[in-house]
C-alpha cells in the first residue's frame, strides 16, 4: 500500500522567516497530494493541494512543489504569521483514501 | 449551508455502555470516512464507505462498527466502551472521483470513556 512520511515532526521558526515541510510517498500511482492545516481544537482544512501533472502551485504565502520522480512533494510558507502556529499534515490519494502523513507541529515565535 | 455534522461534540462515559457517534453531511458527496485522532496527533483511518450499504475497515483495528443506510448519514458504533477507546473522532467525506479527493472534515467527537 501507499506509506506517506512527513518531516520534521515539530518546527520551530521566527515571525516573518520562512518554513518548509517534506513528505515522500512511496506508491507512483498517486496523483493527488493535499495539505491540511489543523489549528488547536479545530478540524483539519485543506489549504492547497497539487495535482500529479503540475510541478509548482502557489496561493500568496503558500506553495507547494511536486518531483513525481523522487516521489516528493514539499510546503513552503513566506513571511510567517502567529496564525500559521497550528499542525500541517501531508496526504497522497490511493485506493479511493487519503493516506496521511504523521503531522507537523509548526509554531511561530514572535 | 453544505457540511458535515458530527454529534455528540463531547462525550463521558463509562466503560461497557453501548455508544453511537453521529455523523451526517450536506455536501452530496458519496464517500465518507472516519477517523481517530489524538488531539493534534496522527490521523488514523477506522472505517470507510463509497456509497450507500458499503463498509470497509480502515488501517487502524478498532473495535467499532458502522452502517450507511442513507448517503448522507453514517454512524459510528461502540458495542462495549473502554477506556482505551478515549479519543477524538473525526467523520470527513469526499466527491470520490479519481484525483479528486479533497475531504472535508467534521468538528470531531471528542470521547472520554472512564
Known amino acids: 500500500g501507499e506509506n506517506v512520511e512527513q518531516h520534521p515532526s515539530t518546527l520551530s521558526v521566527q515571525e516573518g522567516d520562512s518554513a518548509v515541510i517534506k513528505c515522500t510517498y512511496s506508491?507512483?500511482?498517486?496523483?493527488?497530494f493535499p495539505w491540511y492545516k489543523q489549528e488547536l481544537g479545530k478540524r483539519p482544512q485543506l489549504i492547497i493541494d497539487?495535482?500529479?501533472?503540475?510541478g509548482e502551485k502557489k496561493d500568496q504565502r503558500i506553495a507547494v512543489t511536486l518531483n513525481k520522480t523522487a516521489k516528493h512533494f514539499s510546503l513552503h510558507i513566506t513571511e510567517t504569521q502567529p496564525e500559521d502556529s497550528a499542525v500541517y499534515f501531508c496526504?497522497?490519494?490511493?485506493?479511493?483514501?487519503?493516506?496521511f502523513g504523521q503531522g507537523t507541529r509548526l509554531t511561530i515565535n514572535p | 449551508e453544505a457540511d458535515i455534522y458530527q454529534t455528540p461534540r463531547y462525550l463521558v462515559i463509562g466503560t461497557g455502555k453501548k455508544i453511537t457517534l453521529e455523523c451526517s453531511q450536506t455536501?452530496?458527496?458519496?464517500?465518507m470516512y472516519w477517523y481517530q485522532q489524538d488531539p493534534g496527533m496522527e490521523l488514523h483511518l477506522i472505517h470507510y464507505?463509497?456509497?450507500?450499504?458499503?463498509?470497509e475497515k480502515g488501517d487502524l483495528s478498532s473495535e467499532s462498527t458502522v452502517s450507511r443506510i442513507r448517503t448522507e448519514h453514517f454512524p459510528l458504533t461502540l458495542e462495549s466502551a473502554r477506556p482505551s477507546h478515549t479519543s477524538q473522532y473525526l467523520c470527513?467525506?469526499?466527491?470520490?472521483?479519481?484525483?479528486?479527493?479533497?475531504?472535508?472534515f467534521g468538528p470531531g467527537t471528542r470521547l472520554t470513556v472512564l
Open positions: 496526504a497522497a490519494d490511493w485506493a479511493q483514501k487519503l493516506v
Open positions: 470527513a467525506s469526499s466527491l470520490g472521483a479519481s484525483g479528486y479527493n479533497e475531504q472535508f
Open positions: 464507505s463509497y456509497g450507500v450499504n458499503s463498509t
Open positions: 497539487i495535482r500529479s501533472n503540475v
Open positions: 506508491d507512483s500511482a498517486s496523483n493527488y
Open positions: 455536501m452530496g458527496h458519496d464517500k
